[in-house]
């Protein structure tokens, strides 16, 4: 019989070995200015459901702590005087890889069920400290968009209460809507795509569908029209150029010009719009044509940029594809520092990765303000540029030393200009032999086949939401649109798609990116049959439209031959 108590158990660092409760005083102390604060403890809280006693004096020294460096507190905290106490604990269904992780470990312990467990951080701050310089202390420590206060009592159960999923709503009126109504109802459900969109969308579906579109449906296609996803920013016409006096102009107008010849070498007499996008790309298409690019690798999969090359193994030449990637994260990382910075990592590799190449090098630019300003000098709605860049780095490394990838750049430019808007650039390089990396056409009765991290509620709105103009109010709004990753997971994939058994049996491959289900296995062919209720989730009650448009770090989409699902 399954044991439901409910246990707590307090874990905290020994006097020596309390480096982070070290660095927390020094920060509080020098940046918030609290002189009168005298100490700084920090404990992380376990609460465990589903072991029975044998097993729970087992794990104590072995799985939750360590006890030449750990005290162990069983039920309550040995706080003292003079201590006041406050938790922090993720938004609920944020991934959290350390109650995973033990909860994984208590698993293969017992070789049984893997039992309930819910972590939080708890902090003891101890000193002449006011009511304000604690209020100061909680919101330099709680990030609401990733986290929250944690109630200090102890819970009857862990068990979640699961609300039915609603029926997908279907948008009554929404074709008869006014151009007001039509405002109002995008700011009410904060649709990324323009007013001129929203109208589009509403004659599509007066017009040629002839009906009022599903919630679903709408959200679908703000992820697909979001920057983001579509780039619009880049794609965005430039119908005039003008070049300010200063010592960059001479230079500046000299490769404008450049760019105008090439285009017009490029396109001829043929019509195409000037835009960032077509700067970006004007070089390899005149490099292309010029036939100076024989080694790129083309196909219909648009992942990575994909090159041939011939390399030695053990003394023989081999075809070989080398892939490189880069991704920027600066909207993730400025609301959620760790967490945006890590996923910037695991989203380049997961591009090159979807290729079925093995990412081995990885470089990180970033850009942040002056990281020594002060506290209150932060700009309304922004964390401090401190927070950012150190959390930002935490998260980097974090990712990249469980999965195992070396960053052989790692360089931060501080400006004021990256006041506005951080910057967070990842980049990665990798490499398949090209016998392993299989491109054929999906056909009638293949399968799309997930493979990796489950879905859920966090990395809603992840492409739309890094698609909105950033606002005094994006840290109370974008709470569910920056995910928590799982390197652990990813580190899996990118050593089965290694496997030349495994990644020869994959016609086609898409990474799950912003978008999730709709914009990933939407990619892989001209028309599909999805059905939601076989794409697996971290938890129950989540309904159609978030399992169609949920982000997941961790996941590809495989087409395969029906035949050859059982060897896969």
Not at 450 to 459: E, F, H, I, K, W
Not at 546 to 557: D, T, V
Request: charged share 25%; glycine share 8%; hydrophobic share 40%.
């Amino acid at each position: 019989m399954v044991d439901k108590r409910v246990r707590r158990i307090f874990v905290e660092k020994k006097k020596g070995f309390d480096v982070e409760a070290k660095q927390l005083f020094t920060d509080l102390n020098q940046q918030l200015g609290i002189g009168g604060l005298e100490e700084v403890r920090i404990a992380s809280r376990y609460d465990l459901q589903g072991i029975s006693d044998e097993v729970y004096q087992q794990a104590l020294p072995t799985i939750f702590s360590t006890p030449a460096v750990d005290l162990v507190y069983e039920e309550n905290l040995d706080i003292g005087p003079n201590y006041q106490i406050f938790g922090v604990e993720d938004l609920p269904g944020q991934y959290n890889q350390r109650a995973d992780a033990a909860a994984q470990c208590l698993e293969i312990l017992t070789a049984g069920e893997r039992p309930l467990i819910k972590t939080a951080q708890i902090l003891m701050v101890k000193g002449q400290i006011s009511a304000d310089e604690l209020c100061n202390i909680k919101a330099y420590c709680i990030n609401t968009v990733a986290c929250r206060e944690a109630s200090l009592a102890k819970p009857e159960t862990l068990d979640d209460r699961i609300t039915p999923p609603q029926d997908v709503a279907v948008l009554d009126d929404f074709i008869h809507f006014s151009e007001a109504e039509l405002a109002s109802f995008k700011d009410h459900l904060g649709l990324a795509m323009s007013l001129a969109d929203l109208k589009f969308s509403q004659a599509y579906f007066k017009h040629n569908e002839q009906r009022n579109p599903t919630i679903t449906e709408l959200k679908v296609i703000d992820t697909y029209w979001s920057d983001h996803c579509r780039h619009t920013t880049f794609l965005t016409e430039i119908e005039d150029v003008q070049f300010e006096t200063g010592p960059f102009s001479a230079p500046a107008q000299k490769a404008y010009t450049e760019y105008l010849k090439a285009r017009n070498y490029v396109y001829g007499g043929e019509h195409k719009a000037l835009c960032l996008m077509d700067l970006a790309t004007i070089g390899m298409k005149a490099l292309r044509k010029k036939g100076l690019l024989a080694d790129l690798d083309l196909s219909e999969e648009v992942n990575a940029c994909s090159i041939n090359v011939d390399i030695e193994v053990d003394g023989k030449a081999e075809q070989w594809l080398v892939m490189f990637k880069n991704e920027t994260h600066n909207h993730p990382t400025e609301i959620e520092p760790f967490g945006g910075a890590a996923t910037c990592l695991g989203g380049a590799i997961r591009d090159p990765l979807s290729g079925r190449s093995y990412v081995y090098q990885a470089m990180r630019i970033t850009g942040s303000g002056d990281p020594r300003a002060k506290i209150e000098d932060t700009l309304s709605g922004k964390l401090p540029q401190r927070k950012i860049t150190t959390e930002a780095a935490r998260g980097y490394s974090a990712y990249g030393n469980q999965i195992g990838i070396p960053a052989g750049q790692v360089a931060e430019i501080y400006h004021e200009g990256y006041l506005a808007k951080r910057m967070e650039l990842g980049a990665v390089i990798a490499a398949a032999p090209k016998a392993n990396v299989v491109r054929a056409l999906p056909e009638a009765g293949d399968l799309v086949v997930l493979v990796g991290g489950r879905t859920g509620r966090d990395g809603c709105g992840g492409a739309t939401g890094s698609s909105k103009s950033h606002t005094d109010e994006s840290m109370l709004t974008s709470g569910a649109e920056v995910q928590k990753g799982n390197p652990l997971i990813e580190r899996n994939i990118l050593r089965l798609f290694r496997k030349p058994e495994f990644s020869k049996l994959i016609k086609r491959c898409n990474d799950f990116g912003a978008g999730g289900v709709a914009v990933a296995i939407g990619e892989l062919a001209d028309g599909l049959e999805i059905d939601l209720d076989q794409v697996r989730t971290k938890y129950e009650g989540l309904d159609g439209t978030e399992l169609a448009i949920a982000e997941s770090q961790e996941r590809m989409a495989v087409v395969i031959a029906k035949a050859d699902l059982p060897a896969l």
